[in-house]
C-alpha cells in the first residue's frame, strides 16, 4: 500500500519549487504552518458536517470569550474581516441597505484615515461599498463632524507613529460623536496583553489574522461590540445563503468548518503557549546561525527584540564596501539557490532571518548558504 505523498512531492508534481521561508507569516509563501493540535482538530471535524450557522456563533462566543470581548467572528483572513466591518458601519443590520451593498450612493459612507496612517492594506475596507478619506491629525476632530462619515480605521503597527493622534484618542473622539473605531491589529497577538487590549481599550471592531496564531493563511477573527459582529454576519457568507430577505456582498468571503475550528483550537494553543520559552527557544536558534557566521567580512549581526509576531530576529548587516555582497544580492542568492532561502530585506542594508516559521531542521541550512555567500 502506497504512503500518501508529502508536501514536497507534491509540489514536485506540480513543477512548483518548495521554499525555505525565513521571512515569517507572509501571505505570498503559504502563511503559516498549523501545529499538530490544530491539524488533529481539522481531521476530527471533517468525519461529520455542521450547521455552518450555528458553528460559527458558537465559535465566535468561544473566541470572545478566550479574548475577552463582547463577540467575534471567524473570517477567511485579516482583510476580510476589515471588508466586513466597514460593512457592519455602513449598513448595520439594516436589511435594505444591506442589500445595496456595495452601492452607497446617497448614503453615509465615508471612513476617515489620518494622513500619516496610510498603509497597504487600508482600502480592505473600501470592498464593501465605503470612501477612504485621509485626514491631517490636527483635523480629525474636525473631520468626525462631517454627516457622511461612518467610522475611523485606525491601523495598531502605526500607534505612536509621529505626528499621529494616539488609539486611545482617537477612539475618545470618534465615540463622542458615536462613531465606531475600526482597528486593524493583524499580526499584533503578542504579547497576550496587547492582544487582548484593543478591545478592553473601547476599540469597536478589530481585525485579526489567524495565521499569526498557528491556523491558516486564509483564516482571520473580526472581534469586538456584539451589535456591530451580528451586523457584520449578516453581511457575510451565511447570511446571504439563509437569510430570506436578499442577498448580501459578503458571498465571497466563505469559511469551511475546518477552518473555523482551526482557529478556535489555534486560539487555544496560543494563549496555553509558554511564550517565554518560545522566545528563548528562537533567540538559542539565532545565536547558533550567526556563530557560523562569525569573521564574516563587512558583516554585523544582531538580534532584535521586537513585541510583534517575530519577537526576535537575525539581523545581518552587509557593509557593501567590505562585504561580499550587499544585501540586495544576498537576498538575491539565497532566493535564486536550491532549496529556495526566502527572508526579508532591510533596504539595502540588511536581510532579516525570522525564525517564526523557518524549521529547525533547515537552521543548518540556512547558516550554510548564508556561510558560503559572506564567509
Not at 10 to 20: A, C, D, H, N, S
Not at 180 to 194: F, K, N, Q, S, T
Not at 338 to 362: C, H, K, Q
Request: net charge negative; aromatic share 4%.
Amino acid at each position: 500500500m502506497s504512503s500518501s505523498p508529502t508536501a514536497s512531492s507534491v509540489f514536485e508534481q506540480l513543477g512548483v519549487k518548495p521554499v525555505i521561508n525565513a521571512r515569517g507569516n507572509n501571505t505570498v509563501l503559504g502563511g503559516s504552518t498549523p501545529s499538530p493540535r490544530v491539524r488533529r482538530a481539522m481531521l476530527d471535524v471533517e468525519r461529520s458536517y455542521v450547521d455552518m450557522q450555528e458553528l460559527l456563533e458558537r465559535s465566535g462566543q468561544a473566541i470572545a470569550d478566550m479574548l475577552g470581548c463582547e463577540a467575534a467572528y471567524v473570517t477567511p483572513g485579516a482583510a476580510a474581516a476589515m471588508a466586513l466591518a466597514s460593512a457592519a458601519c455602513l449598513a448595520g443590520a439594516d436589511i435594505n441597505r444591506i442589500q445595496r451593498l456595495p452601492d452607497t450612493s446617497g448614503m453615509r459612507n465615508a471612513i476617515l484615515i489620518q494622513s500619516g496612517h496610510r498603509y497597504h492594506y487600508d482600502h480592505a475596507v473600501t470592498v464593501a461599498g465605503a470612501r477612504l478619506r485621509e485626514v491631517e491629525s490636527d483635523q480629525l476632530e474636525a473631520a468626525l463632524q462631517a454627516d457622511d462619515v461612518v467610522a475611523v480605521l485606525f491601523p495598531a503597527h502605526l500607534d505612536g507613529a509621529s505626528g499621529t493622534v494616539s488609539l486611545a484618542r482617537v477612539i475618545e473622539l470618534a465615540h463622542a460623536r458615536g462613531l465606531p473605531v475600526i482597528v486593524d491589529a493583524a499580526g499584533r497577538v503578542y504579547p497576550l496583553e496587547r492582544f487582548k487590549s484593543y478591545s478592553q481599550l473601547g476599540a469597536d471592531l478589530v481585525a485579526f489574522g489567524a495565521k499569526y496564531l498557528g491556523a491558516l493563511n486564509a483564516s482571520g477573527i473580526l472581534c469586538g461590540r456584539r451589535d456591530l459582529i451580528a451586523a457584520a454576519a449578516m453581511h457575510g457568507f451565511m447570511g446571504f445563503e439563509t437569510a430570506a430577505w436578499g442577498k448580501s456582498w459578503g458571498r465571497p468571503l466563505k469559511v469551511d468548518r475546518q477552518t473555523i475550528v482551526a482557529v478556535v483550537t489555534a486560539l487555544r494553543e496560543w494563549l496555553d503557549t509558554d511564550h517565554d520559552a518560545r522566545v528563548a527557544g528562537y533567540e538559542r536558534r539565532l545565536q547558533a546561525i550567526a556563530s557560523e557566521l562569525d569573521g564574516a567580512p563587512g558583516v554585523r549581526l544582531t538580534i532584535t527584540h521586537d513585541e510583534g509576531p517575530a519577537p526576535r530576529v537575525l539581523r545581518v548587516e552587509v557593509d557593501p564596501a567590505q562585504a561580499r555582497l550587499d544585501a540586495t544580492a544576498l537576498a538575491k542568492e539565497l532566493w535564486s539557490g536550491t532549496p529556495p532561502i526566502a527572508v526579508n530585506r532591510d533596504g539595502n542594508s540588511a536581510v532579516l532571518i525570522n525564525p517564526v516559521t523557518l524549521l529547525e531542521e533547515d537552521d543548518g541550512t540556512v547558516a550554510s548558504r548564508l556561510g558560503n555567500l559572506l564567509l
